[in-house]
């Protein structure tokens, strides 16, 4: 996959459903809020449940820590469809480690604390078994802040609470014990 910018969480979440329509497992994917409750066979279902802020990005752009959850969700017409659900969160969760969906590494963390378990949707009243797998990511959006974040010569600081504009130079003081 190719790296693209990260603009808006909503390039997350494409990135999150090509990425499972490219592993070839054989489900449709959906909008976990678009979810109408039919299932006809497999589904994926991708729910951004929150995000939180987090630590800025090295170029400046501000931090969020989203919290994503993929449905596993197995129509109950299929032989075994809750051990199915169980197989098909196991397939989700290994595609999740170690992914940061084809963007950026300077704007999208690995996944943290995965874990899978029975979904809300386990006993579907429309007919399906479901399981889940969720994680948190860290993700910075947006334009860079900062010009150019391999400045060479002596690191520099700036505290964010002291500070007007990131473009500033005159914003920014040399760490101490670091002169050249």
């Not at 334009?143 to 914003?171: C, F, H, K, N």
Request: hydrophobic share 40%.
């Amino acid at each position: 996959m190719s790296s693209r910018p990260l603009d808006k969480v909503s390039d997350l979440f494409f990135a999150i459903g090509d990425a499972v329509v490219a592993a070839d497992l054989g489900v449709q994917v959906g909008n976990y809020d678009d979810f109408s409750g039919q299932v006809t066979d497999a589904t994926v279902l991708i729910e951004i449940e929150r995000t939180t802020p987090a630590q800025r990005g090295k170029d400046g752009r501000k931090g969020h820590r989203l919290t994503v959850t993929l449905h596993a969700v197995v129509a109950r017409l299929r032989p075994f469809h809750s051990l199915e659900a169980a197989n098909l969160a196991t397939c989700l969760e290994r595609l999740a480690t170690d992914n940061r969906w084809g963007l950026p590494g300077r704007q999208v963390g690995l996944p943290e604390d995965q874990n899978s378990g029975p979904s809300m949707f386990q006993t579907g009243a429309e007919g399906y078994s479901a399981w889940a797998t969720s994680w948190t990511q860290w993700i910075s959006i947006g334009p860079e802040l900062l010009e150019d974040p391999t400045i060479s010569g002596p690191p520099l600081v700036a505290y964010a609470w002291e500070v007007a504009d990131l473009r500033d130079p005159s914003q920014y003081q040399q760490l101490e014990g670091l002169a050249p």
